[in-house]
């Protein structure tokens, strides 16, 4: 696991750690959103809440292989992401 040290989006009054992981997994992107990273941010704390609003763990799913997933509930790759592994790779 690597942490990126990047400015915050969306909720400017804070800055919090950002740490990247690489995950495997035969999970669809669905089930790996809502089954397994939901739980672990559910399990430290987070509580459903406005876009952006303050929360104690925000995981994100910048991309999961070559898939594109555009519903309401998941959106992968995410808004920005491109240009947010970019500030990592500087």
């Known amino acids: 696991m ?8 969306g909720n400017t009054a804070r800055k919090v ?11 669809n992107p669905t089930d790996f959103a809502v089954f397994f990273i939901k739980e672990i941010e ?11 609003s303050p929360r104690p763990i925000d995981i994100d799913i910048l991309f999961y292989g070559d898939r594109i997933v555009n519903m309401p509930e998941l959106t992968i790759p995410i808004p920005g992401s491109l240009k947010e592994l970019s500030s990592w790779c500087l």
């Open 17 to 27: 750690p950002r740490p990247g992981l690489e995950v495997s997994t035969a999970l």
């Open 2 to 9: 690597v942490n990126y040290d990047t400015p915050p989006v």
């Open 42 to 52: 559910a399990g430290m704390g987070r509580q459903p809440g406005p876009l952006n």
